[in-house]
C-alpha cells in the first residue's frame, strides 16, 4: 500500500543457506527505506494449520487437545491438533487430516477463523485456524515417529490454564481467544457440512 512506502524493504538478491526436508534457511539482501542497505536471515516455511475441535457431548462446553513434546523447549506443550501443510494440500484437507491422525476425531462442520503469523521476525510462516464440531470419535493414526496424547479439556479449565500462564503455546492461545470472542458474538464464524461442496476449500499461498 502507498501509505506503507516509508516502511517497505525491497529485496535485491536473495540466496538458500540451508535446505533440508522442510526446513529452508534464506539470506535476502534488501534496500531499506532510507537507501541502506541489509541482510535478512529467515525460515521459509509452506505453512500449517491448526483446529479447534468443540465437543457438544455434555453440558460444560469440553476441548479436544494433544500433549506433545517439543525439542527446541525440551518439554511437552499443551496445543490444539496441527500440522505443516503437504505440497499443494488445501488448507481444509490438512485440517480433516491433522485432527483425525492426532486425534482420532472426523467433524462433521467446519468453520474457518483466520490466519496469524507466529514468528514474522524469522519465519514466513502463516497458521490457518480452523474449527471443527460434531465430532465422532475413532483411532488416532500418528505419522511414523510421532507421539501425541489426546486429552479433553472444558472450556473453563484450558481458560484457567491460560490465565495462570500455564499455557504457552501461541495457535492455542489464539485459538482459545477467538473461540471467545465467537461465542460472545464478537465474531463471525460461517460453518459448513464436511460433504458441502460449496465449503471454502482454500488452497496454501
Known amino acids: 500500500m502507498a501509505a ?21 534457511l534464506r539470506r535476502d ?6 537507501g541502506s542497505t541489509a541482510t535478512r536471515e529467515y525460515l521459509r516455511h509452506d505453512g500449517a494449520v491448526a483446529v479447534v475441535p468443540l465437543l457438544d457431548d455434555g453440558v ?17 506443550l499443551l496445543e490444539f491438533p ?3 501443510l503437504e505440497p499443494g494440500e488445501a488448507q481444509l484437507a490438512c485440517a480433516m487430516r491433522e485432527l483425525q491422525e492426532e486425534t482420532g476425531y472426523v467433524a462433521r462442520e467446519w468453520a474457518y ?14 497458521i490457518w485456524i480452523w474449527f471443527a464440531r460434531g465430532l465422532v ?8 515417529g510421532e507421539f501425541v496424547e ?3 479439556l472444558t472450556q473453563d479449565a484450558l481458560e484457567a490454564l491460560a490465565d495462570r500462564g500455564e499455557l504457552t503455546d501461541v495457535k492455542t492461545q489464539i485459538g482459545l481467544a477467538w473461540l471467545q470472542r465467537w461465542q460472545g458474538g464478537r465474531r463471525a464464524l460461517t460453518w459448513h457440512t464436511a460433504a458441502d461442496p460449496a465449503r471454502p476449500i482454500m488452497s496454501p499461498r
Open 29 to 34: 539482501e534488501v534496500t531499506l527505506p532510507d
Open 82 to 84: 496441527a500440522g505443516k
Open 4 to 24: 506503507d512506502e516509508h516502511l517497505i524493504e525491497r529485496a535485491t538478491g536473495a540466496s538458500t543457506l540451508l535446505h533440508r526436508g522442510w526446513i529452508e
Open 150 to 152: 489426546t486429552v479433553t
Open 113 to 126: 477463523g483466520g490466519e496469524i503469523h507466529n514468528a514474522a521476525a524469522y519465519s514466513s510462516e502463516s
Open 137 to 144: 470419535p475413532g483411532p488416532p493414526r500418528p505419522d511414523t
Open 60 to 76: 460444560a462446553p469440553r476441548l479436544v487437545l494433544v500433549r506433545q513434546y517439543r525439542h527446541p523447549l525440551a518439554r511437552v
